[in-house]
């Protein structure tokens, strides 16, 4: 016996409404999914070697974090600089090199760890500039290098170099931002914050 394909009121089969029903959803979440992914930075690691005091009212004593996100195929980030408060003074990364293969790795930052004064030169505080530049390695668990650290009002000298090694933490954070909100910041992070 032989089975009839049924027909509708359309004269359309239904098993072929089905199948353009089912490609067209598939279609859409496709579509969603792509657009999904290019609108929303998805996290590549958060890196860290922060020392906190212990004390009632924690204060960030020395080192790093660094967390790295991927737009498609553009990389960006932040880093924080602990700086003795209870927040790490964080800046933008930018003018950022990252080659997968060889687990190459660069970045710069320019932020601003508080106010500093200078006897005898400033007479009133002054917000510090400083400018961060990282070159090295990104492996599974740690990204290890040089960091250099330029004073902002005075770039033309060498800076103080530091081999760092920031440890891969296990919490795993996606940006809530948008590609267009991500590139207004990016946007000032060539400017001191």
Not at 11 to 25: A, E
Not at 80 to 88: C, F, I, Q, R, V
Request: aromatic share 10%; proline share 3%; glycine share 8%.
């Amino acid at each position: 016996m032989l089975a009839v394909p049924k027909i509708d009121h359309t004269g359309q089969r239904q098993d072929t409404k089905m199948k353009l029903f089912i490609f067209s959803l598939f279609m859409l979440l496709s579509v969603n999914s792509a657009f999904a992914n290019e609108s929303k930075a998805v996290s590549i690691g958060e890196y860290s070697n922060m020392f906190w005091d212990a004390g009632e009212d924690p204060h960030c004593l020395s080192g790093f974090n660094l967390g790295l996100y991927k737009f498609n195929k553009e990389i960006v980030g932040r880093i924080g600089m602990a700086n003795g408060s209870e927040e790490p003074a964080s800046g933008v990364l930018y003018d950022i090199k990252y080659e997968p293969k060889r687990h190459y790795l660069s970045f710069k930052a320019k932020l601003s760890a508080g106010s500093e004064s200078v006897p005898g030169i400033i007479k009133k505080d002054r917000p510090s500039k400083e400018l961060l530049e990282f070159s090295g390695k990104i492996t599974s668990n740690a990204v290890i290098g040089t960091m250099v650290q330029k004073d902002g009002y005075y770039l033309s000298e060498k800076g103080t170099s530091t081999k760092i090694k920031l440890i891969r933490l296990n919490k795993k954070q996606n940006l809530d931002l948008s590609l267009e909100e991500w590139e207004n910041m990016k946007a000032l992070s060539t400017t001191w914050q």
